[in-house]
């Protein structure tokens, strides 16, 4: 297996409408490791959907190149499609033909026995739905034979596009385990998602797309690192926020607290105390991708007006 | 692509609206033998006596002045409750020949309309529920895609249009030998092959329909170009100083019979008197025109080609929704 598993340059995606021209994706350099689950983040609107469209050849880019497992896409699709699960958007099926005899009609395009779907759908937890028919099925269920229909390949990449979609606690909890059992067992992920806790638990890596602009990439922990932010309590304010600052050491109030930035608390425990400042709290704040993304995201919106 | 098409034809078989139009193929002809047997029954001795029964003062009628109603009068007492009786039923008998521009174009026409309607359903209902896209997923090889859907689809057409329109013939020639009726050398033949022409022209009228239904993604915008085309072919041809050679109806009919005729305007010269006989075939003065069957069929082939040409080429390019 290459050491991409998804490889973008320079894509671009114009739409034309009576407006003009529209720019869903621009220019994106995408690198999705082999391996792991990888997550792809971005507000509504911002590429993510027109990029896995056109990885898998159902939307054609307007330029820039694809390669997907190491191959040239839309090319040479064919030669790896079979290793390529994945849900784009809603699940999409026949809705006057039971879940089962969907899976079927896909599974014997491909050649794959019929044992396979069985094997899906116990995997998708939906034995026993599986010969009601599908315009019947709850959207937590269309998304579960959506994920059915992904396994039916044995994959080494799967692209889920919003794979948690309309399912209730207990069905997200599933899905999010099934992701990430299939990452420990080596097939690559491309998760898309808006729920960023989501990716936080489950990715080991992530892209943040915006506008159609690559805006950050790379692992969770190097996104998410360089935070030196600490909640720091300490009776007399003022006085301690006077004395950071004649340090030198960055700190602002904060609801009732101040927010300090330093890679050594120990300083300014030290510091503090040797003004009689004595501290009664003092918590390093926890960085979370939800953050970083408002963050990336508002500044991209900023940036776009 | 052998294993593409086997899928092809499950998901026909799977589809309810398309199994229902394949039953409506089967109903309606057999709707049309039905009738076409019942009206040209012959007539049963109860079916006379009852007649004459209620008939008996027209009888009397005739007796009493027998030359009014053309009987001789020496056979008045025998002829004239036949020729009453002969009146009121007055049925024609069943003849292959008649029925081949009659129930027999009833029956490929029928087949035709069904057989366009099930492959706009069948390609529309891709569409519609948007699983096309869930098809190219695993098969991404869009021209082999559109070939397998188009093989399944003018397979069973040809299938189901041949088989019920054999089975139309032969119910008809075996009811006239059970009948005892007559029958002239070759008509059983000349019916079957008529038959097989129409169900080639339903096969690609249902391949057209597919592929128009493929380009325009929806099944309501194909019958509406469908009926468009049909009214709107008729009309430029009337209002048009165009060809009768280019109606559709007129070319379809040509495919059936295997040629046919139609009509062309004369100049007004050709009515001033100075023919009486039937003016020579082709001449200027002659009002109809031999459109022999290959025409038709090329009509047709053309259209058909053109729009799965367009169909087939959009297909490969278009991003799928």
């Keep these: 297996m290459p050491d991409l598993a998804i490889q973008t340059q320079g894509l671009r995606k114009e739409f034309r409408t009576r407006r003009g021209t529209r720019v869903a994706v621009s220019d994106l350099d995408l690198a999705v490791p082999a391996g792991g689950v990888h997550g792809f983040l971005g507000p509504n609107g911002s590429g993510k959907t027109t990029t896995i469209r056109m990885l898998l050849g159902l939307a054609r880019p307007t330029r820039g190149t694809m390669r997907l497992l190491g191959e040239p896409v839309p090319d040479r699709l064919p030669a790896v499609i079979d290793r390529v699960g994945a849900v784009v958007e809603s699940p999409k099926f026949s809705p006057n033909l039971t879940g089962r005899q969907n899976l079927l009609l896909l599974s014997r395009s491909i050649g794959v026995p019929d044992t396979r779907v069985d094997a899906a759908v116990e995997t998708v937890g939906l034995t026993g739905r599986d010969r009601d028919r599908y315009k019947a099925y709850s959207l937590g269920m269309k998304q579960r034979l959506a994920i059915a229909a992904t396994l039916l390949k044995e994959p080494d990449l799967l692209i889920l596009d919003e794979p948690t979609n309309g399912l209730d606690p207990a069905g997200i909890r599933e899905i999010r385990e099934t992701i990430r059992g299939l990452g420990a067992a080596g097939v690559t992920v491309l998760l898309s998602s808006h729920i960023l806790a989501e990716v936080q638990q489950v990715c080991t890596s992530a892209t943040i797309v915006g506008h159609g602009r690559l805006l950050a990439s790379g692992t969770v922990e190097d996104l998410l690192g360089g935070s030196t932010a600490h909640r720091l309590v300490v009776p007399d304010l003022p006085a301690a926020l006077a004395a950071l600052s004649a340090a030198g050491v960055p700190a602002t109030e904060q609801d009732g607290a101040l927010r300090v930035e330093t890679d050594d608390p120990a300083a300014v425990t030290r510091l503090l105390a040797a003004r009689d400042l004595w501290l009664t709290e003092l918590t390093p704040v926890r960085a979370d991708l939800e953050s970083f993304f408002l963050q990336l995201t508002a500044a991209d919106r900023e940036d776009a007006a | ?321």
């Design chain 2, 1 to 321: 692509m052998r294993g593409l098409v086997r899928v092809e034809l499950t998901r026909l078989r799977w589809r309810r609206a398309v199994l229902l139009l394949l039953l409506a193929c089967l109903v309606v002809p057999v709707l049309i033998a039905a009738a076409t047997l019942w009206d040209t029954r012959p007539v049963s001795e109860a079916e006379k006596a009852e007649i004459r029964a209620s008939s008996t003062q027209e009888i009397a009628r005739c007796e009493r002045k027998p030359r009014q109603y053309g009987v001789r009068p020496a056979r008045a007492e025998t002829r004239c409750a036949e020729l009453v009786v002969e009146w009121q039923t007055a049925r024609r008998d069943l003849s292959l020949a008649r029925e081949r521009t009659g129930s027999g174009v009833g029956v490929a026409g029928v087949l035709v309309v069904l057989l366009m309607l099930t492959a706009t359903t069948f390609a529309g209902h891709d569409w519609n529920s948007g699983s096309i896209s869930n098809q190219l997923l695993f098969r991404p090889r869009r021209g082999r895609l559109w070939a397998a859907k188009a093989i399944a689809v003018t397979g069973v057409a040809l299938v189901a249009a041949a088989v019920v329109s054999t089975a139309y013939w032969l119910t008809m020639w075996a009811t006239m030998r059970a009948r005892d009726l007559p029958m002239l050398d070759g008509a059983l033949t000349d019916s079957l092959a008529q038959g097989l022409r129409g169900a080639g022209l339903a096969a690609v009228a249902a391949l057209g329909c597919y592929a128009l239904t493929m380009l325009l993604r929806s099944t309501v915008a194909t019958l509406g170009v469908v009926l468009a085309f049909g009214f709107a072919s008729l009309f430029l041809v009337e209002a048009l100083p165009v060809s009768g050679r280019w109606e559709p109806l007129d070319n379809a009919a040509a495919v059936l019979r295997n040629g046919t005729e139609y009509y062309v305007d004369v100049p007004p010269s050709c009515y001033d008197g100075r023919y009486r006989d039937r003016p020579a075939e082709g001449s200027t003065c002659d009002e109809t025109r031999e459109l022999p069957g290959w025409q038709g069929a090329s009509y047709y082939g053309a259209g058909v080609l053109l729009v799965g040409a367009a169909s087939v080429l959009s297909f490969r390019r278009r991003d799928v929704p």
